[in-house]
């Protein structure tokens, strides 16, 4: 089994970070790691040019979702910002529109783990966060089959302030 994770974080070591790491360090698994903010990721152009093949914007994205289509399990962080997930993550769901359109590229089946950090201590984005099982994931035919929301994390990196969620995300990498 190979595990990816993509970190759509912008804070190296920050929250997202953390608990990614420590999820691909648990989990009993071939795994490759994906921080975001140090690739060169543009959004999709909407060029259509990726029905025929892939995408034609010269940057990360086409290794990166190389191994996403390698991968049988997604491990998706991203922090919540003004109630949305980061330019980063949104850039990495955007480039999904290459595999969507290519009938020789499937995201069908693969498992999907969320990550979501936030400052806000009350679960105030919950409804928003639930909407990632239809929309991207859902549509794409992958399941999201576990979830951790670390509400109240606003100090950068805290293992002491993440403790409670890096149980969870290990006990999550373990089932697998």
Known sequence: MKVLGVVGSPRKD??????????????????????????????????????????????DGNDIIKSLLDADVLVFATPIYYGQMSAQAKAFVDRFYQISRNENKSLEGKKVVTIFTQA???????????SFKVMPFGYMGMEVIGNVTAMGTSSKGDKEELAKYIDEVKSIASKL
Do not use: R, W
């Open 14 to 59: 920050g929250n997202c970070d953390v608990l990614v790491k420590e999820f691909l360090d648990s989990a009993d698994a071939d795994t490759e790691y994906i921080f975001l903010n140090h690739k060169k990721l543009f959004g999709c152009n909407a060029c259509m040019a990726c029905e025929n093949g892939d995408c034609v914007i010269d940057d």
């Open 120 to 130: 806000q201590p009350e679960n105030v984005f919950g409804d928003y966060i639930d």
